[in-house]
């Protein structure tokens, strides 16, 4: 069976870091992607930082420069968040899956965790 469980998460203050690791096992190795999103109340999913297991990485916009998404040897996924802002805050969730070519959009993959919660203040 499938486990993606997030931990890491937390609270703190804008301009703080926080360390996400997303511990994988039984991850298909048809699967060839990882990704980080996050869900605020009211807003949709949206993603946040992707990797490629060839080393390709993505970032939305919001969050490049001060995150940095990377894979250890046992496949779990890390997610570096540093300068944190209060729009950072939300459920951040890891997703991993076979990515065609768009590795920031969550309807691309087939295995989620649960989550946990970020919460910046300013």
């Known amino acids: 069976q499938v486990q993606l469980v997030e931990s890491g998460g937390g609270s703190v203050q804008a301009g703080g870091s926080l360390r996400l690791v997303c511990a994988a096992s039984a991850v298909p190795d048809s699967t060839n992607c990882r990704g980080w999103f996050r869900q605020s109340p009211g807003k949709e999913r949206e993603g946040v930082a992707a990797?490629?297991?060839?080393?390709?990485t993505y970032y939305a916009d919001s969050v490049k420069g001060r995150f940095t998404i990377s894979l250890d040897d046992a496949k779990n996924t890390v997610l570096q968040m540093n300068n944190l802002k209060p729009e950072d805050s939300g459920i951040y969730y890891c997703?991993?899956?076979?990515?065609?070519?768009?590795?920031?959009?969550?309807?691309?993959?087939?295995?989620w965790g649960q989550g946990t919660q970020v919460t910046v203040s300013s």
């Open positions: 990797a490629y297991e060839r080393d390709s």
């Open positions: 997703a991993a899956g076979w990515v065609a070519a768009a590795p920031l959009l969550p309807g691309e993959y087939q295995y």
